[in-house]
C-alpha cells in the first residue's frame, strides 16, 4: 500500500512568512508524529497526534509552530515568522497506534533565506 | 537525560561485515530501532529487536542487544555499495522516539 506523503517535497521562504507542511499518513494509522532533522544531527521529536488531538506537543521549540490533524488523517505543520534557523528537513511518521513501529515519510526540506 | 550516541564514520570494502554500534540511556525502551536514511531521503525502517531480546537476525542483519551496558550493535554481512547510507539507532522511552546522530557507512568497491 501506500506510504507517508509528504507536500512539498521543498519549499524556499522568506525570513518572516509563514509556511505550511502537509503529511499524509499511511491509511488507518491514528498515530502521527512529526520530527525536525536539522544538517548532521538526527530527528527530533516536535509532536504527537493519536487521533485528531495533540496528545504530546513538547516538542515544539516555540508558539510560532502549530500543527493540526482535523479529521483525525492528513496533518499540517504550521510555521509562522519563519527565522533562518527553522531551516531543516521536517519528518512525519505514522503508526497503527502510540508505541508501535514508526514509518516516515520522504520529507519537506524549508529553506529560509 | 535522554541522549543516544553513535560513532559518526565507518568505512569498509565491499564484501567485507560492518559493525555499527550504539548506547542509549533509557532502560524503559521496548523496542529498540535501528533506521537507514540515503541522500535525500527519508527514514526507511531496517529492523528493531524487543527489549527482551538479546539478538535478532533478519538476513544480512544482526542486532545484539546488552541491556546490562545499554549498548545496541548493527551488523551487516556481505556490505554492498548500496548499503552506503546514515544510519541511526533509536530509543523509544515513550511515544516520540530518541535519535542518534547517525553513523555515516562508505562502502567502497
Known amino acids: 500500500g501506500a506510504g507517508v506523503s509528504q507536500t512539498p517535497s521543498n519549499k524556499v521562504t522568506e525570513k518572516g512568512k509563514y509556511v505550511e507542511l502537509r503529511c499524509d499518513p499511511i491509511?488507518?494509522?491514528?498515530?502521527l508524529y512529526w520530527y525536525r532533522q536539522s544538517l548532521g544531527q538526527g530527528p527530533e521529536f516536535l509532536i504527537y497526534f493519536q487521533g485528531t488531538g495533540a496528545a504530546d506537543d513538547s516538542g515544539l521549540p516555540n508558539d510560532r509552530f502549530f500543527a493540526v490533524r482535523p479529521e483525525g488523517s492528513v496533518s499540517t505543520l504550521k510555521i509562522q515568522r519563519t527565522e533562518r534557523g527553522d531551516s531543516a528537513v521536517y519528518l512525519c511518521?505514522?503508526?497503527?497506534?502510540?508505541?508501535?513501529?514508526?514509518?516516515f515519510g520522504p520529507g519537506t526540506r524549508l529553506t529560509v533565506l | 537525560g535522554e541522549d543516544v550516541e553513535q560513532s559518526l564514520f565507518l568505512s569498509v570494502r565491499e564484501g567485507d561485515s560492518s559493525v555499527i554500534n550504539c548506547t542509549y540511556t533509557?532502560?524503559?525502551?521496548?523496542?529498540l530501532y535501528w533506521y537507514k536514511q540515503e541522500p535525500g531521503a527519508g527514514l526507511q525502517l531496517l529492523t528493531y529487536i524487543f527489549s527482551n531480546m538479546d539478538m535478532k537476525q533478519d538476513q544480512r542483519l544482526t542486532v545484539l542487544l546488552n541491556k546490562k551496558d545499554k549498548h545496541l550493535s548493527l551488523r551487516i554481512a556481505d556490505t554492498q555499495t548500496g548499503d552506503s547510507a546514515i544510519y541511526f539507532c533509536?530509543?523509544?522511552?515513550?511515544?516520540?522516539?530518541?535519535f542518534g546522530k547517525g553513523t555515516t557507512l562508505s562502502v567502497s568497491s
Open positions: 491509511s488507518g494509522h491514528t498515530a
Open positions: 511518521a505514522s503508526s497503527t497506534s502510540s508505541k508501535d513501529t514508526q514509518y
Open positions: 533509557d532502560s524503559s525502551s521496548t523496542y
Open positions: 533509536a530509543e523509544s522511552p515513550g511515544t516520540a522516539l530518541i
